[in-house]
């Protein structure tokens, strides 16, 4: 298999965000010692080979004499080249992948199990030897098909009108296992070798290719680690994923003329593949609009009931891929038009897959509905907000949803009053003491708010009855403001132990604390029915799972590291601030968001540097002050810190009013006395 209709092998392409390149082991050797494989001396990949250049020659017969001659016949099997028939459970990629010379091969990976190879015992036609074949496993034809020239054409129209059973011959190594020249005609859209292979030469139109280059990315990387597949992902990124068989081939690449011939010529039109994706499944994973019309419009129209391997019909799957365009094309040729008044239509949508309330009335998480809520891409919120699933949750607002979330925000609120004259009325001595009346309302209110817990629960445990603990912890896992609510009663019930058992105050004391912190946080459940509120408590769940995460997990590394750093540093000056691990821990806290005992640590820090450096290190920040005669308990002259701070203008002024006022008294004196002089 070379890199018809798929990328070059070369190319970079974004992974998870990354740029990767894409490169074939198994590819480079079919360009890496071509000499050692004889199957390359006919026709090999830089254009050349014996078939090739006698061809260009102009020389067809000498073409058919060498396809003839017994250079090409001993490396055929049966009477004559027609083939033998041989189970395909001796082709197992293990036994191939240890026998392989060509790769250096770890024994120990040889022992997996390998999930993309028929384990059956149904029979194959075999014409090309499978020891004397290419290095994937290839033979000629199938290189004629992979290059596609006119040279190429024509050599296999040889090689088929010689040898018709070459048509059943498959890739026998892991990496293209099961690809038959079918495959290849329809990827090059070449509808004449097509039908010469099926009609002429009878080859399989259920042949599959499942080859880990036909896997999902995702899977590809599972297969070379020797590990089981995962047949439930939903990751089907890959290099050719086109769903195994030749129509689905037809089907992916839009061949709409082949797609009918193969339907015409028994092709199955609900075959599942290896992960249980049929061909509506695959046209959803391409997106291919155009193409999901022809099919459902077909005489042959596929099964939309289908489950894969993950639960998902093709509507369902376009729901969870976030591909609105296709949820939409399936829904509008899934719908049935009850009336129409000009351009006006009044269509009928069926709620089989589509709401999650199921047949049975328990919630559905794998239908359209439910999904899309709980999606996060930029098509699953058009889904939501535009459209069939828009008008199906607004009439499930308007028939129960909104009255049982304002009967349930009533009672929450209730909770919540009961709860909080519960703590506000909290004496510090024995509460089964009651010294004073605030200790019976304290009681009153603990038992309403005990008995609101209780029928909160009881609520969730018929929930949990009616659909079970697995749709019911899903439910919680996406709604987390629901779930603290359902914490916080839970809280409430655990501190009954408490208040009786001796010595339990403490541990009453810490549940209570969880349980109000966990009612107050469930009250954003409620704020996110608000049209101006929900889309804010969405942004803060968002960055509290996301962002704000991802900082505190760094931030309580750091945390860790500097306690245990500044605790063997203080350990020795005797310092209270880091006397222990958990006080040096929350010192450390303080220290983060402000409060930073910086004094304190300034006067430990001085107990550990002699009497010179503090010496010295005074001369830094000092400055020189005149003599004091009465200090002489030193012979260094005094030292002194310069403060440059502004002066207090409003004093100044005050001692100068007080001044002059003085001096006009003064005046006033002395003029009265020179007037009674004089």
Not at 520 to 526: K, M, N, P, Q, T
């Amino acid at each position: 298999m070379g890199n018809a209709g798929v990328k070059p092998l070369n190319e970079t392409k974004s992974i998870n965000g990354s740029r990767v390149v894409l490169i074939d082991d198994d590819w480079k050797n079919q360009t890496k010692n071509c000499e050692s494989f004889e199957v390359y001396k006919y026709v090999d990949f830089k254009g050349g080979g014996s078939l090739v250049d006698s061809y260009i020659e102009g020389e067809n017969e000498k073409t058919q004499a060498i396809i003839s001659q017994s250079q090409i016949t001993k490396n055929l099997l049966g009477e004559q080249g027609c083939g033998i028939f041989t189970k395909l459970s001796q082709f197992t990629p293990t036994q191939l992948l240890c026998n392989d010379k060509s790769r250096d091969t770890d024994p120990e990976r040889c022992d997996g199990d390998y999930d993309t190879v028929d384990g059956d015992d149904e029979k194959l036609l075999v014409c090309w030897d499978t020891n004397k074949r290419g290095a994937v496993g290839e033979t000629p034809l199938h290189i004629c098909f992979l290059i596609n020239q006119d040279v190429h054409r024509a050599i296999a129209k040889c090689l088929l009108q010689a040898y018709p059973a070459m048509a059943h011959d498959i890739y026998i190594k892991p990496e293209y296992y099961g690809e038959s020249c079918v495959h290849i005609a329809i990827v090059n859209d070449d509808e004449e070798l097509l039908k010469i292979l099926i009609d002429e030469c009878h080859a399989s139109i259920h042949q599959r290719a499942r080859g880990s280059f036909f896997m999902p990315e995702s899977q590809r990387k599972r297969i070379k680690d020797s590990l089981p597949l995962e047949l439930d992902t939903l990751e089907y990124e890959g290099y050719a994923y086109y769903g195994e068989y030749p129509l689905a081939f037809a089907a992916c690449f839009e061949r709409k003329d082949m797609y009918d011939y193969l339907l015409d010529k028994g092709a199955q039109v609900n075959a599942q593949d290896t992960f249980g994706n049929t061909i509506l499944h695959l046209l959803i994973i391409h997106n291919k609009l155009d193409m999901i019309s022809y099919v459902m419009k077909h005489t042959s129209v596929p099964n939309r009931s289908i489950k894969n391997k993950a639960g998902l019909t093709p509507l369902t799957l376009a729901t969870q891929l976030g591909y609105n365009d296709s949820f939409e094309k399936l829904l509008e040729l899934e719908s049935q038009i009850a009336w129409k008044y000009g351009d006006i239509q009044c269509c009928v949508y069926p709620l089989k897959h589509l709401d999650s309330i199921g047949p049975d009335g328990r919630t559905n998480l794998e239908s359209a509905l439910a999904l899309a809520v709980a999606g996060e891409s930029d098509g699953h919120l058009e889904m939501v907000n535009s459209g069939v699933i828009y008008r199906l949750l607004d009439e499930k607002w308007k028939a129960y949803a909104k009255k049982n979330f304002v009967a349930s925000f009533i009672a929450a609120c209730f909770y919540l009053a009961f709860m909080s004259t519960a703590i506000y009325t909290r004496s510090s001595y024995d509460l089964l003491s009651p010294r004073q009346p605030s200790d019976y309302v304290r009681y009153v209110f603990e038992i309403l708010t005990l008995i609101s817990a209780i029928m909160y629960l009881g609520l969730q445990s018929k929930a949990i009855h009616s659909n079970g603990m697995s749709v019911y912890l899903r439910s919680l896992y996406h709604v987390p403001t629901h779930a603290s609510f359902v914490l916080s009663c839970i809280c409430f019930l655990l501190c009954i132990p408490g208040r009786f058992i001796p010595g339990g105050r403490s541990y009453e004391d810490i549940v209570v604390v969880f349980g109000v912190l966990f009612a107050w946080i469930g009250l954003l459940f409620y704020c996110r029915g608000i049209s101006f509120l929900g889309p804010f408590v969405e942004m803060i769940s968002r960055m509290l799972s996301g962002d704000i995460a991802r900082f505190i997990i760094i931030y309580v590394i750091f945390i860790l590291a500097m306690t245990q750093a500044y605790f063997f540093m203080y350990k020795a000056c005797g310092s209270k601030v880091f006397d222990s691990e958990f006080g040096t821990m929350m010192a450390l806290f303080k220290m983060t968001i402000g409060h930073f005992p910086w004094a304190e640590t300034v006067i430990v820090l001085e107990r550990s540097i002699s009497p010179s450096q503090l010496l010295q290190y005074q001369k830094s920040y000092c400055c020189n002050m005149s003599s004091d005669d009465n200090d002489s308990e030193s012979s260094m002259p005094p030292r002194g810190l310069m403060v440059i701070k502004r002066v207090d203008v409003k004093g100044i002024s005050a001692k100068w009013k007080s001044r002059s006022r003085a001096a006009l008294e003064q005046r006033k004196i002395w003029n009265g006395l020179y007037n009674i002089r004089n």
